[in-house]
């Protein structure tokens, strides 16, 4: 079975391409995550979980909700991770969760793709977009071809600077950076609820038809980006940034 969770659509596309050339169920965990559902999550074969690179590791929401769930089935788990450009030293943390949960480490393989992250950096116009996604269908299939033959995913020379961005800057990254209090609604606004909805840590709420954040956040960008029009900003930094949502 193929697990993914994405804010702006990278992973779901990877995760789509991965269940569509194994043959294997796909299942979004948005839902789950949002209502707080831990019920069991079974498969006869081998999971993969497909989640975006937060500070080079997976996302804590996403950690946090598998530590929670209980899983029966096969024990083997294979990791893919959509990044910008790296994983650092994730693979170290996932050994960990695994060992938590009784998994069997089968590795987790990084699949580039556009940037999304518009608090701090510029998203990829649509055709530029477009040219990352098909370099990345190569990696995918690579990534398919090791799950169909029950292999083990190389793991990839980890440095320095790996283990720093994954440790010390990880550590940092959430108290640090990781907040709603920048987000805000212009008077584009016309109170849809859209935000509401794909907030997956329920922290958005309508009041005199626009929206609120609340102390919650993952930064997974799916608030602003997926306005429809682009009614959202977060503080200066969104602000002449062009939205990204994974085109398919």
Known sequence: MVLYYTGTGNSEYVADKIGEQIADKV????ERIKTHDYSEIYSDRPLVIVYPTYAWRMP??????????????N?????????????????????????????????????????????????????????????????IKNIVDV????????????????????????????????????FYA?????????????????NISLKDGKPVWGSQCTHCMACICKCPKEAIEYGNKSKGKPRYQCPR
Not at 27 to 30: E, P, S
Not at 186 to 202: E, F, L, Q
């Open 186 to 202: 212009t008077d584009a606004c016309i109170g849809c609820g859209k935000c509401v909805k794909v907030c997956p840590y329920n």
């Open 27 to 30: 299942l979004n965990l948005f």
């Open 60 to 73: 804590r929401i996403l950690r946090d909700f598998i530590r929670h769930t209980t899983f029966a089935g």
């Open 75 to 139: 024990k083997n788990v294979y990791f893919v991770a959509t990044c910008g450009g790296s994983m650092g030293n994730m693979s170290k943390y996932l050994s960990e969760l695994c060992s938590q949960k009784a998994f069997t480490y089968m590795g987790c393989a990084e699949v580039i793709m556009p940037e999304n992250y518009i608090a701090m950096f510029h998203a990829p116009k649509r055709a530029e977009a477009i040219k990352i996604i098909k370099n990345a269908d190569v990696v």
């Open 147 to 182: 799950i169909r033959h029950n292999g083990t995913i190389p793991e990839k020379k980890v440095g320095i600077t790996d283990r720093v961005s994954s440790g010390m800057v990880n550590a940092i990254f959430y108290p640090v950076f990781v907040s709603a209090r920048k």
